[in-house]
Antibody, heavy 122, light 110 residues
């Protein structure tokens, strides 16, 4: 069955860095775009970034552009999110989510991970 | 990043029909399909409606979606206590080159 498992969250000081991972299984990872979506405590969903199935298309939310970097290793079935210059407002549960359609980038996410919590605090 | 506009809350009694609106613009809802997500407390979101009005396998037909112009709606008929959750609309935005989520609607079953 399709599974997405995030890891790498934790407590980090403002200005520091963190790398999140999303390990995928149960489907052909190299044929799907994968997104990062975050949710601050008690708040709504905020889309963060997406990388297309082949890495050819990458898009970021304005709030993270220039600070976060998304990447993927298709042979390892893993998506990454490098978080640099972290701020308090980056504190959130970070989910990875599979784009439903193959070889496309949409807003249709059919599988989500359980999330990993990032807390930015001094 | 701007958001799609949803009412922050909605409510109904068991058996009632409730609707949740989602308002956008020509660059998102007006030119792309709308998807709806249900998030139960303490869990990851779940795809509820896709491509404006289609239900994934396993989603009861009590849930339906529609879209007109730059707005969309989610309707839940025969309201049940287990429907109490947050609901989010989402659409791709051609101008921003990214996904927009609505602010979310907390549905309370009275």
């Amino acid at each position: 069955q399709v599974q997405l498992v995030e890891s790498g969250g934790g407590v980090v000081q403002p200005g520091r860095s963190l790398r999140l991972s999303c390990a995928a299984s149960g489907f052909t990872f190299s044929r799907h775009a994968i997104h990062w979506v975050r949710q601050a405590p008690g708040k709504g969903l905020e889309w963060v970034a997406v990388m297309s199935y082949d890495g050819g298309n990458i898009y970021y939310a304005d709030s993270v552009k220039g600070r976060f970097t998304i990447s993927r290793d298709n042979p390892k079935n893993t998506l990454y999110l490098q978080l640099n210059s972290l701020r308090g407002e980056d504190s959130a549960v970070y989910y990875c989510a599979r784009d439903c359609l193959q070889v496309a980038v949409t807003a249709r996410f059919d599988y989500w991970g359980q999330g990993t919590l990032v807390t930015v605090s001094s | 990043q701007s958001v799609l506009t949803q009412p922050p809350s909605a409510s109904g009694t068991p058996g009632q029909r409730v609707t949740i609106s989602c308002s956008g613009s020509s660059s998102n809802i007006g030119s792309n399909t709308v998807n709806w997500y249900q998030q139960l407390p303490g869990t990851a979101p779940k795809l509820l409606i896709y491509s404006n009005n289609k239900r994934p396998s396993g989603v009861p037909d009590r849930f339906s979606g529609s879209k007109s112009g730059t707005s969309a709606s989610l309707a839940i008929s025969g309201l049940q206590s287990e429907d109490e959750a947050h609901y989010y609309c989402a659409a791709w935005d051609d101008s921003l080159k990214g996904v927009l989520f609505g602010g979310g609607t907390k549905l309370t079953v009275l």
